[in-house]
Every structure is written in structure tokens, then in C-alpha cells.
């Protein structure tokens, strides 16, 4: 089974600023992971995923996420954000056989202040 | 590009009664899943399905929830008898080899 942890419920930032979301998960076989962002009253889009190979993703929107297989994380960056990147943000996990669920994280709510 | 399609977008039932959310998943996929997510909270997983029966459940999927795939296309999730807390958003996601891919989601409020 897999466990996903995002630590901050909520990041405040000002626009233009650099952020970092942080992601970190638990699991006893090989994973896949994911970055989801949640608009208000929306559904889940896909920002990014990593599945294999380089362990620098680069998503939609500007974001980028490091898989770093020895801390287990997969934390997700943006170099300067937007006001309209003010979102709920879901890590989430997929051990790699075939069928298996994926396991949000509990989410961070991102503010990008004026 | 496929999609995973879900109707209705919306739903307000009154508490006791059933409801069924529809989904079409992309069609070449094999794997159909359900997931809720209550108002403000993460998303958590309730069933999967593979091969016209249950893969795997979580504790949330008790009796009162039921999974079908009635035709080639549809895949149902069918509350028995709902309660007001199962006012929630309803995801359905259908998965290729590495990823899920996830529908817009049917908001269920239950009064």
C-alpha cells in the first residue's frame, strides 16, 4: 500500500515569487507519481507525471517536479506564479503494476497574493 | 483525445433515496475506478474494476454502493439508499498502462 504526505495545507505567495509545494510518499514497490490541480468547483487536471527516466519533469502551466527516489519525494516548483495558479494542488501515487489505484495526498491549497 | 465523459454534472437527491452516476470511460481501457471526494478534502478511492467484477475496495465502499458495467460503454456506480454524507464530488477514472485518466466528476448533494 502507499501513503502520500503534503505537509503544508496551504502556501501563501506573492505574485512573480518562486514557490515549492512538497510531496513525499511511502511505498514497498515501485511507484508512479502525479501533480493534479483543483480549480474551484472543477474537476482534476493533470500538471505533471513522472514514470520513468529523467527524474526532472516539466508539466503544464510552467510547473516542473524532481523525483528523488532516496528522500521519497516529488515536491512541484513554478520559477514565478501566477494569480491564476491559486489552486488546490493533489500529489498523488500509483504503485507500478498493472490496475493498482492511485493514493492522493491530503492537498495544498496555493495562494498567489497580488 | 478520449475522454472519460460523466453525466449528470450535477445531482441533489433527498436522503434514502438511490442513485445511479454514469460514466463512459475512454474505450480501449480495461480498468474502471471510482473515487469521491468530499467537500474540501482529498480525494479518496472507493472501487476498481477490471474484467466485469470488483479488483479492489476501500472501507468506504460498503453495501450500500454497487458498481456495474451494464453495456460496452457505461460503468454505473449505484448508492443504495444515500445519506447526507455522501454529498460529495464523484470522480471516474479509466487507466492505459501507467496512468488513470479522470472524468469531470458528477456533484452529488444529498438533502
Known amino acids: 500500500a502507499q501513503s502520500v504526505t503534503q505537509l503544508d495545507s496551504q502556501v501563501p505567495v506573492f505574485e512573480e515569487a518562486p514557490v515549492e509545494l512538497r510531496c513525499n510518499y511511502s511505498s514497498s514497490v515501485s511507484v508512479y507519481l502525479f501533480w493534479y490541480v483543483q480549480y474551484p468547483n472543477q474537476g482534476l487536471q493533470l500538471l505533471l507525471k513522472y514514470l520513468s527516466g529523467s527524474t526532472l519533469v516539466k508539466g503544464i502551466n510552467g510547473f516542473e517536479a524532481e523525483f528523488n527516489k532516496s528522500q521519497t519525494s516529488f515536491h512541484l516548483r513554478k520559477p514565478s506564479v501566477h494569480i491564476s495558479d491559486t489552486a488546490e494542488y493533489f500529489c498523488a501515487v500509483s504503485g507500478v503494476n498493472y490496475g493498482q489505484n492511485f493514493v492522493f495526498g491530503p492537498g495544498t491549497r496555493l495562494s498567489v497574493l497580488p | 483525445e478520449p475522454e472519460v465523459t460523466q453525466t449528470p454534472s450535477h445531482q441533489v437527491t433527498q436522503m434514502g433515496q438511490e442513485v445511479i452516476l454514469r460514466c463512459v470511460p475512454i474505450s480501449n481501457h480495461l480498468y474502471f475506478y471510482w473515487y469521491r471526494q468530499i467537500l474540501g478534502q482529498k480525494v479518496e478511492f472507493l472501487v476498481s474494476?477490471?474484467?466485469?467484477?470488483?479488483?479492489?475496495k476501500s472501507e468506504i465502499f460498503d453495501d450500500q454502493f454497487s458498481v456495474e458495467r451494464p453495456d460496452g460503454s457505461n460503468f454505473t456506480l449505484k448508492i443504495r439508499s444515500t445519506k447526507l454524507e455522501d454529498s460529495a464530488m464523484y470522480f471516474c477514472?479509466?487507466?492505459?498502462?501507467?496512468?488513470?485518466?479522470f472524468g469531470p466528476g458528477t456533484r452529488l448533494t444529498v438533502t
Open positions: 474494476f477490471y474484467n466485469n467484477e470488483i479488483s479492489e
Open positions: 477514472a479509466s487507466r492505459d498502462d501507467y496512468e488513470q485518466y
